[in-house]
């Protein structure tokens, strides 16, 4: 989405081969910049040498969305699996901390900047065996809010796109593998699509200077709340 309107891409995520092919893609399809890299943004000294190395025509990060994150394990919080713990708040709170915090200073000095985050309506209610979850996804909308009091005497944004069902590999990753379950996620409604929540980042990321879309929740149509879907 923002290839096509002409944005330059830095793309970090751990698996460098889609990351490869897509930056190829788009830079080919929409004639920008893509530079595209293996990063785990768990890793606070990889986050740093990334950032702190990065080309001069890619240093002045303009934008910077924090997508990272996932769900592990379904289980009771008294029966739950540490490393499923472990991976949620590594990656959903210490991950977006880390990238956050070396990309924000560089917006600071340069005067201009906005920090979109992905959050999740588990950030606002709690479900059923998500409790480690949804306790993450609560994290980052308390550090959305946080990051924008300590940045309101700047010119920098900070906002929030909170989904609800949307189907990517999210409940793959979840229920690791197991596609019976996944697709049980969403059977008898209609989720959101990746494409859905793009739309409504890239809306937040293109509004005027003065305006700040602070706080978005994007549904489908058949959810009502994060344990009320109607599945036909």
Known sequence: MFAEHSANLILVARRSDKLE???VKL???????CLAAKLDVRERPEVADFIENLPDEFGNIDILINNAGLASGFDPMQEADF????KMI???INGLLNITRYVVPQMIERGTGHIINIGSIAGRQVYPKGG???ASKFAVRAINQGLAIDLMDTAIRVSSVDPGLAETEFAMV???GDAE????VYEGMTPLSGMDVAEAVLFVASRPSHVNIGDMLILPSDQASAYHVHRE
């Open 21 to 23: 092919k897509l930056s």
């Open 27 to 33: 830079a080919d399809k929409y004639k920008v910049k």
């Open 83 to 86: 490393a499923d713990w472990d």
């Open 90 to 92: 590594d990656t959903n």
């Open 132 to 134: 480690v979850y949804c």
């Open 174 to 176: 979840r229920f690791e």
């Open 181 to 184: 379950k996944a697709s049980g």
